[in-house]
């Protein structure tokens, strides 16, 4: 099993940046890629960025391609994420999820494990 432990969420202005962490613990040698996805009520979990654990470009959903980057601390097992000249429609709950064995690393049901979200809220 794989816990993740999502945090830095909270309340910003419109332009302004939160970085975002996710702790795995657990079995973490089975991580095979990770991912940070967001989901509005209503609506469906959208993909935000990827990345393979062992190495490789991350990828980034149109929507936050330029503002958003991730990086990740492999020693540590922590993935990162620095969200930039953020805008309200950016407000959701943001989740970090992590895949166990090969799969497309957009989609939602690939990611066997996920963490309990974070709010991230950007005022107009």
């Known amino acids: 099993q794989v816990i993740l432990q999502e945090s830095g969420g909270g309340l910003v202005q419109a332009g302004g940046s939160l970085r975002l962490s996710c702790a795995a613990s657990g079995r973490t040698f089975r991580l095979f890629a990770m991912g940070w996805f967001r989901q509005v009520p209503g609506k469906e979990r959208e993909f935000l960025a990827g990345?393979?654990?062992?190495?490789?470009?991350?990828s980034f959903a149109d929507s936050v391609k330029g503002r958003f980057t991730l990086s990740k601390d492999n020693a540590k097992s922590m993935m990162y994420f620095q969200l930039n000249s953020l805008k309200p429609e950016d407000t959701a709950v943001y989740y970090c999820?992590?895949?166990?064995?090969?799969?497309?690393?957009?989609?939602?049901?690939?990611?066997?494990?996920w963490g309990q979200g974070t709010q991230v809220t950007v005022s107009s």
């Open positions: 999820a992590a895949m166990t064995s090969a799969g497309i690393i957009t989609q939602d049901t690939a990611y066997d494990y």
């Open positions: 990345t393979w654990w062992t190495g490789g470009e991350p």
